[in-house]
């Protein structure tokens, strides 16, 4: 089961082991960061529940992913397969999505009367609830009372990031499942795979996802689109010293602060996750700045500051290498 599902090996051997004895909770948590295979799981187990082909207490063969349900849960048109997120509420609502900051109690509510009705045509009904975190107080208390008395065969699963995000009295009310950050060599080999990418520069890009395929996606399709920023670049890609003399060039013919100003952007959204590996890099940034507001020489201040980054990136990497194998 979950075959083709990247990672997650003791989340995978969790849940089989439940689905072939029986022994399914009513409502799980989900937690962990995002690309780390969340919701592709809480999708494909349903999928496994709901597969007419296949028997899943019989078989380990998981999902035919043929049959009429298997299809309609793929194409995300089952009517016993409900996503109760920000798209369903702007539907609910009739408005736009990038207004939806917060789940409320009337799309909890909307659920509720979803839960309360029978199963339509599968065996059973799941509800993903996704980002759980930003539940209001009000969704929030709304819903321990479906979770103190779900119905039969149904199961309500909540996908978050944060622990300290999901109220204690949900935390009590369902089973809690960890998911880890995939391996970098996980990563790499389905970048290998899927995006016939050279092992080079798939490891790169896996080094630097932080254990999310999500990220080394997100990656690949910018330096697809050629949006790829230099920030990116400098943190996923390897240069020669010929690279970085011509890339300080360009750069301080056509405008050094700017680039310097735009990494400097990029790089305090990685300091608010990872603030010990990226501090250093921001510092360096930080006082080229101030070289370039002194008009100091910008092809000079670039070649500094692209070797000396580079220069941080070899000593973090060879620092990550020596943790894994101590």
Not at 3 to 24: A, D, F, V
Not at 60 to 82: F, M, Q, R, V, Y
Not at 290 to 301: E, P
Request: net charge neutral; aromatic share 8%; glycine share 4%.
């Amino acid at each position: 089961m979950f075959e083709n599902i990247l990672g997650q090996q003791k989340i995978k051997k969790i849940i089989s082991n439940q689905i072939k004895s029986g022994k399914i909770a009513h409502a799980y948590i989900f937690m962990g960061q995002d690309g780390v295979g969340k919701r592709l799981i809480a999708v494909e187990f349903a999928k496994i529940l709901n597969c007419s082909a296949n028997d899943f207490i019989k078989t380990d063969a998981g999902t035919c992913g043929k049959c009429i349900s298997c299809k309609k849960i793929e194409k995300n048109i089952h009517p016993d397969l409900h996503f109760i997120d920000f798209s369903r509420q702007a539907e609910l609502e009739e408005d736009s999505l990038e207004k939806q900051k917060t789940l409320k109690v009337e799309t909890i509510r909307y659920m509720q009367k979803e839960v309360a009705t029978k199963i339509h045509e599968g065996k059973w009904k799941i509800f993903i609830i996704e980002p759980a975190e930003k539940m209001n107080a009000a969704a929030a208390n709304s819903l321990l009372k479906t979770l103190e008395e779900p119905p039969e065969n149904t199961i309500i699963i909540l996908i978050a990031k944060h622990k300290e995000t999901i109220p204690q009295t949900i935390f009590s009310r369902a089973q809690t499942l960890f998911f880890q950050p995939l391996g970098q060599n996980e990563i790499s080999s389905w970048l290998i795979s899927n995006r016939s990418m050279d092992a080079a520069k798939a490891h790169n890009i896996a080094e630097f996802s932080e254990g999310s395929l999500e990220n080394a996606k997100k990656f690949v399709d910018k330096n697809e689109k050629e949006e790829f920023s230099l920030w990116l670049k400098l943190k996923t890609q390897n240069f020669y010293i010929s690279d970085i003399l011509e890339l300080s060039k360009n750069i301080a013919a056509t405008g050094a602060l700017e680039c310097v100003d735009a990494m400097i952007a990029e790089a305090k959204k990685d300091f608010r996750i990872y603030p010990q590996r990226t501090a250093p890099a921001l510092e360096l940034l930080s006082a080229s700045r101030v070289l370039l507001l002194k008009n100091v020489n910008a092809r000079t201040v670039l070649d500094n500051l692209f070797f000396d980054l580079l220069d941080l990136k070899k000593n973090i990497e060879t620092f990550i290498k020596q943790s894994i194998y101590d």
